[in-house]
């Protein structure tokens, strides 16, 4: 479990990386500026939920089963090629929210599946807390691209 939940801190590390680098950019009118600032806040604050929950015995939190990293490891891959091309001086800021959008709802997914598989009802609810975050999120992704893009 320790090395999945890491996975999903690295994922939110890099999310939060994500939208502080578009935030600090020149072609991001001021208003985004201040929305993808607050994702990342979250974004970092959902990584220190994550460390928290991995204080949980090994063994005591899952159903009998092993949660499958795959999918976790694909959105990483994901996540930090994206944070590469926002890096890029020509980077496109539309084509930058849009996979944001689509990183969150992916995210929101694995959060949601991931609240199924933990017997401790602490964790279920920060995995259902979170998936409603991700929701949160692409929402506002959704809203900014349509009002600043």
Same mark, same amino acid.
């Given at each position: 479990? /320790?090395?999945?939940?890491? !996975?999903?801190?690295? *994922?939110?590390? +890099?999310?939060?990386? *994500?939208?502080?680098?578009?935030?600090?950019?020149?072609?991001? #009118?001021?208003?985004?500026?201040? @929305?993808?600032?607050? !994702?990342?806040?979250?974004?970092?604050?959902?990584?220190?939920?994550?460390?928290?929950?991995?204080?949980?015995?090994?063994? +005591?939190?899952?159903?009998?089963?092993? *949660?499958?990293?795959? #999918?976790?490891?694909?959105?990483? @891959?994901?996540?930090?090629?994206?944070?590469?091309? +926002?890096?890029?001086?020509? %980077?496109? +800021?539309?084509?930058? @929210?849009?996979?944001?959008?689509?990183?969150?709802?992916? %995210?929101?997914?694995?959060? @949601?599946?991931?609240?199924?598989? %933990?017997?401790?009802? /602490?964790?279920?609810?920060? %995995?259902?807390?979170?998936?409603?975050?991700?929701?949160?999120?692409?929402? /506002?992704?959704?809203?900014?691209?349509?009002?600043? !893009?």
């Amino acid at each position: 479990m /320790k090395k999945y939940l890491l !996975l999903c801190v690295e *994922i939110e590390e +890099t999310v939060a990386r *994500i939208y502080r680098q578009l935030s600090s950019s020149s072609k991001v #009118p001021g208003e985004l500026k201040l @929305i993808l600032a607050n !994702l990342a806040n979250d974004e970092d604050d959902h990584a220190m939920q994550l460390r928290f929950a991995m204080r949980f015995p090994a063994g +005591t939190a899952l159903v009998d089963k092993r *949660i499958d990293r795959a #999918p976790a490891e694909e959105l990483l @891959i994901r996540a930090k090629k994206l944070y590469n091309q +926002t890096c890029q001086s020509n %980077f496109d +800021t539309r084509r930058a @929210i849009e996979m944001g959008i689509e990183l969150e709802q992916d %995210f929101c997914q694995t959060h @949601i599946g991931n609240s199924m598989d %933990f017997t401790d009802n /602490k964790l279920k609810k920060m %995995f259902a807390a979170l998936a409603q975050d991700d929701k949160s999120h692409k929402q /506002k992704l959704i809203d900014a691209k349509n009002r600043f !893009l």
